[in-house]
């Protein structure tokens, strides 16, 4: 069992889509992409332990690594969804990889950064960034760290809250460097 996040819009009905990246050594995902359109699989859910509230924060900062992007999609598709401008909340995301190639959903980001203008923006981070090209990489190279965080998330306050998903060294290099930051164990939640 494992727990995967819906990238669909909770409008959409009748169909539900999902981000999983296969890995040849894991336990679920070759099960996964072994089977053929027609099997069945047992779900469950809603599972989790965070529900976003229109406004419940002035700005959003949202950390992912790899396929930990599906949550803090979900959340950010969740909040700019409300064309009526009820939700005010802008939101950041710095999202890191390995390589270019492995930015999922980058479409639907780049998107919704078109979409919601001032509301919503994307920095990328890559271990391995292009080298050379035209343009050249516009994003940051190596590991999330602290000066990133500084660089590209709202600042810390009684109105902003820090997301974070994504493998587990990275959730706790994030978390110290957040910490170092000076945002509060409040301001902050690691799905």
Known sequence: MRPYTPVTDDATRGSVDFVI??????????????????DCILAKGPKGRFVYETNMADEVGLVAGGTGITPMFAVAMAALRDSSANDKTRFSLVFANVTEEDILIRDRLDALVAQNPGRFKVHHVLNDPPKGGSPPWG???????????????????????????????????VGAALEELGYSKEMTFEF
């Open 139 to 173: 994003g940051s190279a190596g590991f999330v760290t602290k000066e990133i965080l500084r660089e590209h998330l709202p600042a810390p306050g009684p109105r902003t809250l820090v997301l974070r998903c994504g493998p587990g060294p990275m959730n706790k290099a």
């Open 21 to 38: 990246k296969v890995y040849p050594t894991g336990r679920v995902t070759p099960i996964l992409d072994s089977l053929q359109v027609g």
